[in-house]
């Protein structure tokens, strides 16, 4: 059973950037994501990458601000969060899976607690 701690969360002002954790534990898996939901608004695909190879996806709204990476050394994927803006706000879910589309949150059988993001304005 895959158990994912994440860490990383909090309140900034427009503008500022964040940097969230998860750290994964107890089996195997080949994909980790980011998903993020606000208050009153459906579930959004922020970014995902592939383990093996590396290769990453962005959802439309994060394109050129978030960057995902991962250390293999420490089974650890990160969200770098740049130029944050006031809708950015949400609760952001760290996921870990198999499967071809990464983009889907069907993918990702293994989900984190979700850290609180605000981006005040």
């Known amino acids: 059973q895959v158990q994912l701690v994440e860490s990383g969360g909090g309140l900034v002002q427009a503008g500022g950037s964040l940097r969230l954790s998860c750290v994964a534990s107890?089996?195997?898996?080949?994909?980790s994501a980011w998903f993020r939901q606000a208050p009153g608004k459906e579930r959004e695909f922020v970014a995902a990458?592939?383990?093996?190879?590396?290769?990453?996806s962005y959802g439309d709204s994060v394109k050129g601000r978030f960057t995902i990476s991962r250390d293999n050394g420490r089974n650890t994927v990160y969200l770098e969060m740049n130029s944050l803006k006031p809708e950015d706000t949400a609760v952001y879910y760290c996921?870990?899976?198999?499967?071809?589309?990464?983009?889907?949150?069907?993918?990702?059988?293994?989900w984190g607690q979700g850290p609180q993001v605000t981006v005040s304005s």
């Open positions: 990458i592939r383990w093996n190879g590396g290769s990453t």
């Open positions: 107890g089996g195997t898996f080949d994909n």
């Open positions: 996921g870990a899976g198999r499967g071809y589309w990464i983009e889907l949150y069907s993918t990702y059988a293994y």
